[in-house]
């Protein structure tokens, strides 16, 4: 399967945001991860709609969209208006998740559930079959740069073998502390997109590291 490398923008230079924007464009990255934040769902605010129009408006490759709010299902018709190729709910923020999922695809999206570290990735299974990608949180969502978390490498097995079967062509990907460190270890787990904000912009070339991310991931066997 092909592997998709999603540099998070929250660790872009606000700045310069459209020169980040264009660089991405002309790497071998493949989408723009883009992370939305209310302040309530996690403790940290980053961007709304009108950050979001202006990235739209530059970016030649997909905007994957991910959800850090509550009551997400309120701004599906908007964040598709503003954008939004993909769209990825959290789990926890969701009570009529299969409801919300209609509603990503009833906008034109794909879609996306993510799952917090503490959350099983179990109790996916009812809905594994409706999903184009399953989000496995690395790290406590809010802020970029924190520490990967070691159990996800089990999370991504127990997803492989949760969707094997029912949903072959699920995106598995993967969301903080990625890097060149671990994107060997976390294809031969089950993951086929990688999220990576830090390791990405705090480089010196971020279009050679992204090109370095790519490489190794696709070095690699998937299982
Ligand atoms: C964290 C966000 C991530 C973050 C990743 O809540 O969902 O997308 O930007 O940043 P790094 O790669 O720096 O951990
Ligand atoms: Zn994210």
């Known amino acids: 399967m092909k592997k998709i490398i999603a540099p998070s923008i929250l660790s872009a230079d606000f700045g310069n945001l459209q020169r980040d924007i264009e660089m991405i ?64 709910v959290h789990y926890e923020a969701c009570t009529h998740l299969h ?64 969707s094997g079967g029912i949903n072959d062509e699920l995106v598995i990907q993967v969301d903080g502390g990625v890097g060149l460190q671990n994107i060997a270890a976390l294809v031969s787990a089950g993951a086929n997109a990688f999220v990576a904000g830090n390791a990405i912009f705090a480089t010196e070339d971020p279009a050679e590291t992204i090109s370095k991310m790519k490489r190794q991931a696709l070095n690699r066997l998937s299982v």
């Open 99 to 162: 409801r919300t999922i209609q509603l990503i695809k009833a906008a034109g999206c794909k879609t996306g559930v993510a799952l917090n570290p503490h959350t099983p990735v179990a109790l996916l299974g009812d809905i594994i079959g409706d999903l184009d990608l399953v989000l496995i949180m690395s790290v406590n969502p809010g802020f970029g740069g924190q520490v990967f978390i070691q159990n996800t490498y089990k999370k991504l097995q127990d997803l492989k073998q949760l």
């Open 25 to 88: 464009n002309e790497s071998e990255a493949d989408w723009f991860h883009v992370d939305v934040m209310d302040g309530v769902f996690v403790p940290n605010i980053s961007f709304g709609f009108p950050v979001m129009a202006a990235v739209k408006k530059h970016a030649l490759k997909p905007l994957d969209v991910h959800l850090m709010i509550i009551e997400p299902e309120k701004y599906i018709q908007d964040f598709a208006k503003a954008g939004a190729d993909r769209i990825t």
